[in-house]
């Protein structure tokens, strides 16, 4: 095996740096700019606020990638020539943060230890609010500019709060932003964050706002080149940006056993566009240095497709990018409909000033259908639809009015998913409208839809239980993969018990052990993995599979050893800071055991990444990984992530993309795509379906209606799946309607598979049937191990011993009081499903960092 064993930076790291930090102004969404950026003739900057010096590079959790360094924002800044005069400041505000995360903790895990509760999982995502404090703003008044940093973290196993230093801002924050700008001529306030902060209190006294977002490796890099304008921001909101009272999920957020949907399909600016509420920053916003004229210049239909040619010009002084974005509005009938939903969107190349293109942008017709519960049908209901054409949802003007004279079915489908017992939320009232809409409603043209170009979808499904594929002769792996024999004589020749060891990851973890201790640290061959398949059937020669967490990049352990009985052992993430003596010590710790090194690259987080509305440059993150991975030798990353952002609450919501399904779907397959282009590299989507909060995660109950499930939570997973085909999918930990969703065989097989042709395989998430159960009163038990194969999920994760002999005895029991008895049809089923997985990514594996030590 070619590891890596020096500390020196690889060619690839160097490379990979680069990708980021020119890609990482497309992720930034200027919010305001009232002349100030960017900045000419800076060389003093007066620099405060928590992200300052304490930046966050991406979220917490099995998200956080572990990165040889990242550039805060005062780093970018000094190594862009900027001289900071605040040191004071910043050190004070050092070290009042360090005491109130000390205290903090060691407060929750003193809680924890007299609760008899396990600390990391007392721990897990908790950040401290952002405290008020007192320090003097005073600085040198002569400074060229002032830059205020303001930062918030959050992560998996907790949701974010409606407060104070959190969602809002502190007293302090706010004290002190509006005292710089009062007393700055040149101020710009810069969001280190990951999701929602409402800074409304401030907004309008603050002449430049800039969303930074939270962008891996280079943030503070890619802060310093936009601010200095050697680079511009060209990010667009994927999410709504409102007062916390105003979303309609927040009512019905973050209960720890039933979470309802109430709301229906009117997430984010399907809710604020219908109730014509004004939000501060809309869904599809972003300014950029310089300004574009959109002109669409033809709307044609052909077949079931509409083609819309848009000029784009850009009218400014500086070079930028732009956002085409196309939504539609379907007419009402039957069922109730948004103002408007995206329908496709495109970027611009980099436009010089005065430079032109001519886009082409298309959309299939049934985009634009809804769910018809009553008749399991999806639907494009009779009348006219008004296609829109902008820069941001808030900005469009009405292109085309596509006539359709009679109701179509696009598809026939079954009632999936179970029932509620509430009906969705109907707006009433008058929507979001503007000035000019009625007369360009009357001026633009009308195209009619030819009903009969669009064909009805019917779906095979599949509900018999799959039949056995007997039981044969041992066959030896090697057979299989020179085609002598196929996979299913291989599956044939397998006993029941070797079968369920096949369905359940491997796992060292001696059962009375801290099982979490190995979370992030669960690989036997690859250093910080987070899980493998089976070893079990090696005697036969069939290898497994390793995979590693994401969505911000691999994360694996950075430094680690090998003892001398062969054991992988993560060494400190601190090593890398350690110098001179103190780095002697440290490798006497490890004496005669060679040092080997896996430096990743943090990339941004996925909202950062949704927010380019790039799909090329989010395939070139993908394969920046992919080419990471084939380094390492992972088979599989644990990501995209594409829960939809229902509310700005959800702890997560940084490794997800959007609160629209579209650009979530189209986002999540073009990073497959990147990471699928390296031979034997695939990812896991995840978490499928409707894990939308933190709290309570694992036995919490998703209540949705279908039509709301499939239309806005199903139909991100339904295109990436189409597009990219990933090899495996990861299903969630909730329950959706009263049973978890990995339980569920209407979701992860009528739908998964039967549906939308999904081929791979599906894996639970960790530790899903039980163990890291947060809340003791939980009303909702865990999955079942044998119910996930009964499901269609094949692979239980990691892989407890205690998995292995559920399904056993379930497959044993067939027919005792079971409550999910497995023939050995199912068994080979999953089996075959995975090892079908394993035989495609194991034949294309390079030779381990062969093929890509050369990805200079
Ligand atoms: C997370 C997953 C992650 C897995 C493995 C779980 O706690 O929810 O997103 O991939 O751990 O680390």
Known sequence: MMRITSYEMTNFEVNHLQTVRQGAPESMVLLKNAGILPLDEVKTVALFG?????????????????????????????????????EEWLTGYHKIKQQVTNEFYSKLKQKAEQDGVNPMLAMMGKTPLEPDYDLSLKCDKTADVAIYVLA??????????????????????????????????????????????????????????????????????????????????SGKLTMTWAPISDYASTANFGDPDNTEYREGIYVGYRYFDSVNLKPD??????????????????????????????HVQNTGNRAGKEVIQVYASAPAGELDQPYQELV????????????????????PLTRMASYLEEKA??????????????????????????????????????????????????PVGTPLTYATETEEVTKAPILTIDPKTIKTKRVAYNKTVPASLGTGERVKWSQVVTGEKNLSDFVAGLQDEELSQVLVGYHTANPDDDVFSVIGNAGSKVAGA???????????????????????????????????????????????????????????????????????????????????????????????????????????????????????????????????????????????????????????????????QETNRQSSNSVINERTL???????????????????????????????????FDIMTSVLRDEWGFKGFAMTDWFTTGGLETDTNATHAPTSAPGEVAAGNDLTMPGLPADTDAILTARLEHGKDQPYPLTRGQLQAAALRIMTVILQLSQNRSKFGEKEASIQ
């Open 50 to 86: 928590s992200g300052a010096r304490e930046t966050i590079k991406g979220g917490t959790g099995s998200g956080d990638v572990n990165v040889r360094h990242f550039v805060t924002a005062e780093e970018g800044l000094t190594d862009a020539g900027m001289t900071i005069t605040t």
């Open 152 to 233: 918030r973290n959050s992560g998996e196993g907790s949701d974010r709060r409606r407060v104070r230093g959190d969602i809002r801002l502190t007293e302090t924050e706010k004290r002190d932003i509006l005292a710089l700008a009062k007393s700055f001529p040149r101020f710009v306030l810069v969001l280190n964050v990951g999701g929602l902060v409402d800074i409304a209190e401030v907004a309008d006294q603050v002449p430049a706002i800039l969303l930074l977002s939270q962008l891996g490796t280079e943030t503070g890099h890619a802060l310093a080149d936009v601010l200095l304008g050697k680079a511009y921001p």
């Open 281 to 310: 920053y809309p869904f599809g916003f972003g300014l950029g240095y310089t300004s574009f004229m959109i002109q669409t210049q033809q709307v044609t239909l052909k077949d079931d497709q509409a083609i819309l040619k848009v």
């Open 344 to 363: 496709t969107y495109s970027k611009t190349p980099e436009l010089a000033p005065g430079a032109a293109v001519d886009m082409t942008l298309h959309f």
């Open 377 to 426: 049908q999806m639907i494009l209901q009779p009348g006219d639809y008004r296609i829109r054409v902008g820069n941001c949802s808030r900005r469009t003007h009405v292109v085309a009015n596509l006539h359709l004279a009679r109701l179509v079915v696009t598809a026939q489908y079954e009632n999936i998913g179970g029932t509620t017992d509430f009906t969705d939320f109907v």
């Open 530 to 692: 987070a899980g493998e398949t089976t070893h079990a059937l090696s005697r036969l020669g069939m290898p497994f599979l390793v995979m590693a967490d994401g969505p911000a990049g691999l994360r694996l352990s950075p430094v680690y050893t090998q003892t001398l009985d062969g054991k992988l052992k993560e060494l400190t993430t601190s090593f890398a800071n350690l110098a001179g003596a103190d780095r002697d010590n440290f490798m006497q710790e490890v004496p005669d055991t060679p040092i080997f090194y896996q430096y990743c690259t943090a990339i941004p987080i996925g909202t950062a990444i949704a927010q380019t509305w790039n799909t090329e440059l989010a395939k070139t993150y993908g394969d920046l990984v992919g080419a990471e991975m084939a380094q390492f030798d992972v088979d599989i990353w644990l990501a995209p992530a594409l829960n939809i952002q229902r509310s700005p609450l959800n702890g997560r919501n940084f490794e997800y993309f959007s609160e629209d399904p579209l650009i979530s779907g189209l986002t999540a397959a073009a990073m497959t795509q990147g990471v699928q282009k390296h031979p034997g590299k695939s990812v896991a989507i995840k978490h499928f379906v409707a894990n939308n």
């Open 710 to 744: 499939r239309e806005i939570y199903l139909a991100g997973f339904a295109l990436a799946i189409k597009i990219a085909q990933p090899h495996t999918l990861m299903s969630s930990y909730n329950l959706l309607n009263g049973v978890h969703v990995p339980n569920r």
